[in-house]
């Protein structure tokens, strides 16, 4: 079979032998995990499987567990097409969106000896399309759930990754959401992909469990489809998404006012493999960024690498097709998934007939990479983690901060490279606390050149609070306003997303209680808006 590729070259192929099939497909999505001796793992979903595999030595992959999944509680074969995974600490969390699988969560700190299944539980949920981890706070997102279709479960993962506890079920309704069909988190601030909706909306979940906000959209773009998945670059002020759709391009869109994203924001670009003869008609799957280039799993193309420097000017850089005879272009079959995240360059694909690709960029000019850096604060310090590839040479990693705006920074401290190591971390201690700060890394190689990190903030220790609301609530919703305002909309939902109570006020300040005993015994969202503010609550009413 002959393949197509640029500047990409094939290191192995693993494709087992007769595998059950759904829907003419033996496999699924793919991921990666990196243990600290740098053992490098494909995690390969198959229709009963979840494959575990060493590809550190690219070119002689080696299956270290095939673990068949079963249904929760049974030793029922659990069979789906649909499987997504994701890591935090040294595990790996898995979910399927067919049967009654619940979440999975596997143990990898033997890695490359052995990998054992630590839990499974349906308890929050049998089954969920695709699940994310906001690696800073531990919270793991479950989009298109059976408990949950209009919204999102969000597991505590911090306390105990390995007992995880239901942090908030998040209906999304009655926001302008709905059903999510995929989600990136960053730091308490959730992009979810709407599916049939055509819109990513972006939420702040900062006050979870009791309120949340929505922050953005990104809706009415050319080209819109079945809105899928995103993903955003290091600096946070990039994100591109995929819609599920034929003939409907990549979109990249600068989300530095996530407020005010207009059309002049958007930008799309396509494969040019051109194999139906219609530029644009191949349907994009997955994507991901790292520094300038953004890797992207088409169904027809198979892995794609962009160049998006200019993203008003979009380049191809590499890409291989690991289906080359699909080319048919009006079915979705092919590349499910890319995993471009390991610090040695190798990259993994998965095609849907065709298992398990290992490749590497030919000719990777970028040099260092920061492939993810993020900040948080902790309480009065904050904490920095940074992840790095295509090192070669350096003696140390400076931290700088600023607190006007990221104009200047100084120092406040260093981390001592490690030609081994590739993840890192970092403390500021006592940080001002009624600042917005800026971080960056500087990394210092031994020819005196510095390569700078993407800037990432953190927000003030306090913000202001303009209404309080007393929760539970019994007969009677009352609300404690701070700050006099001109107006207040207030309307409740149920979970479903229906309107079931609304109310409106002039001029208000200081207490108001109004009644609410009509409503049932249940968990509902109250909307509050007023000039210049709006916020989420979840509520609970009881009797």
């Known amino acids: 079979m002959t393949q197509i590729s640029n500047n990409m070259t094939l290191l192995s192929n693993l494709d087992l032998p007769n ?44 299956i ?11 030793s029922t074969t ?9 890591t935090y600490q040294h595990f790996i969390y898995a979910v399927s969106d067919l049967q009654t699988a619940g979440l999975l969560i596997f143990d990898m700190s033997n890695v490359p000896t052995s990998i054992s299944m630590v839990y499974q539980s349906n308890s929050v949920f049998s089954r969920a399309h695709t699940l994310f981890i906001d690696q800073l706070n531990g919270k793991l997102y479950a989009a298109g759930s059976n408990t949950q279709n209009n919204g999102l479960k969000i597991l505590d993962l911090s306390a105990n990754p390995i007992s995880p506890t239901l942090f908030a079920s998040v209906p999304l309704n009655a926001v302008g959401g709905g059903y999510v069909h ?29 309120s949340f906000t929505v922050v953005g959209a990104i809706e009415n773009y050319p080209e819109p489809g079945y809105n899928h998945s995103s993903w ?44 139906a003869g219609v530029p644009g008609a191949s349907c994009a799957h997955n994507p991901y960024i790292i520094g300038n280039l953004a890797y992207i799993s088409y169904y027809e193309d198979g892995v794609q690498v962009f160049d998006i420097t200019d993203p008003a000017s979009v380049t191809s850089f ?30 993994i694909a998965s095609d849907m007939n065709n298992g398990l690709f290992v490749m590497e960029i030919t000719n990777n000019t970028l040099g260092l990479e920061f492939l993810s850096f993020d900040a948080t604060r902790q309480k009065k310090d904050a904490r920095l983690a940074w ?37 890192y971390t970092f403390t500021d201690k006592n940080i001002p606390g009624q600042d917005k700060l800026f971080y960056r890394i500087d990394f210092v190689q031994l020819d005196g050149k510095t390569v700078h990190s993407p800037a990432r903030s953190i927000s003030p220790e306090h913000t202001e609070q303009i209404i309080s609301v007393a929760n539970p609530i019994a007969s009677t919703l009352s609300l404690n306003i701070l700050k006099p305002i001109e107006s207040l909309d207030l309307n409740i939902y149920d979970m479903d997303g229906k309107l ?17 005993a009509h409503l049932i015994p249940a968990q509902y969202v109250l909307t509050l808006n007023w000039p210049g503010g709006t916020e989420n609550l979840l509520i609970q009413i009881i009797k």
């Open 78 to 86: 659990s069979q789906s097409l649909w499987r997504d995974f994701d």
């Open 387 to 423: 992840t790095v590839s295509n090192v070669t040479d350096g003696n140390l990693f400076e931290v700088q901060r600023s607190s006007d705006g990221g104009k200047t920074y100084t120092s406040v401290g260093d981390v001592t490279y490690n030609e081994h190591q590739s993840q």
């Open 64 to 74: 270290i567990l095939a673990y068949t999944v079963t249904n929760a509680g049974t």
């Open 500 to 516: 079931v109570w609304s109310h409106k006020e002039s001029g208000v300040a200081g207490r108001m209680d109004l009644p609410v």
């Open 182 to 210: 995929d989600v990136y988190v960053r730091d308490n601030i959730a992009y979810c992909s709407h599916g049939s909706l055509s819109k990513i909306q972006i939420y702040d979940f900062n006050n979870l469990p009791t």
């Open 19 to 62: 595998l059950p099939s759904q829907y003419g497909c033996e496999y699924g999505d793919i991921w990666g995990y990196t243990a600290p001796n740098g053992t490098e793992v494909a995690i390969v979903a198959t229709i009963e499987q979840i494959l575990f595999v060493n590809i550190t030595a690219p070119a002689n992959p080696v």
């Open 318 to 347: 590499a890409y291989y097709d690991t289906y080359p005879s699909n080319t048919q272009y009006n079915d979705y079959i092919g590349c499910w998934g890319v995993y471009p995240f390991f610090a040695s360059g190798h990259i």
């Open 232 to 275: 955003i670059n290091d600096g946070g002020n990039t994100l591109i998404f995929t819609d599920e759709t034929f003939g409907s391009d990549v979109k990249i869109v600068d989300i530095s006012d996530p407020a005010n994203i207009s059309i002049g924001d958007i930008h799309t670009f396509y494969s040019e493999l051109l194999g």
